[in-house]
């Protein structure tokens, strides 16, 4: 298996993991502003929320494991790009993993039946997971340029990869911006991570079928 496509594997499962603990675990249980229900629905689906702290853990683990095989791939053409690169991406699987505590707080409180402190721990988790996010962004305008450094694919299609990354970044630093400190908007904004699953999907299709370009050096 070339490393292209290993690093498209813990891209699928970054992405697999990560909308699968939100959306379909973790999501239906949490109502922001609503501290009963949300502990109601914890203490019915202890096992559902527990998974969904499993999938988070499933991402940053795969997350490292990318960034490394990025920095593999990125750094013969810019050893100092690629290397801001990973350090970014670390620092935010770091934030991440460390907000797993967090959730795991929030079921415990919320076995006990301290549905407000539950409710406000997972509203903590949200921001410490934004904040991870601030150093991602970053990470994504690195990886735009590096995109355009070493090109790794040898198909048309991919060329649209560099802007589209760098669209993704703009969208997690201001998202997170937003979090911290215009939050009324946020709901607003939500669309708008339409175009990081959208730009972040189509890398990691790039990555499962690339056919290496003769410029890039041997995967």
Not at 122 to 142: E, K, P, Q, R, T
Not at 170 to 193: C, D, E, I, K
């Amino acid at each position: 298996m070339t490393l292209l496509r290993l690093s498209g594997l813990f891209y699928l499962a970054i992405i697999l993991a990560g909308l699968g603990g939100e959306l379909a675990l973790r999501g239906p249980l949490v109502t922001y502003g609503d501290a009963t229900a949300t502990g109601a629905a914890i203490r019915a689906a202890p096992a559902l929320f527990r998974a969904s702290i499993g999938t988070d853990l499933v991402m940053a683990l795969s997350d490292v494991a990318l960034a490394l095989c990025l920095f593999q791939l990125f750094r013969a053409a810019a050893p100092g790009l690629a290397l801001a690169a990973l350090v970014f991406r670390l620092v935010q699987a770091v934030l991440i993993a460390a907000n797993f505590m967090a959730l795991q707080a929030a079921w415990m409180l919320a076995s006990a039946g301290q549905d407000a402190q539950a409710l406000m721990l997972v509203s903590l988790h949200a921001h410490g997971y934004d904040l991870g996010l601030v150093f991602f962004g970053v990470n994504c305008l690195l990886m735009a340029r590096l995109l355009t450094l070493q090109p790794l694919f040898a198909t048309r299609w991919t060329r649209a990869l560099p802007p589209a990354i760098a669209i993704a970044g703009v969208v997690y630093l201001v998202g997170s911006a937003l979090r911290f400190f215009a939050p009324g908007l946020m709901t607003a904004f939500q669309p708008a991570y339409g175009l990081t699953i959208l730009a972040e999907g189509a890398f990691c299709v790039a990555l499962l079928t690339a056919r290496p370009s003769a410029r890039r050096p041997g995967a």
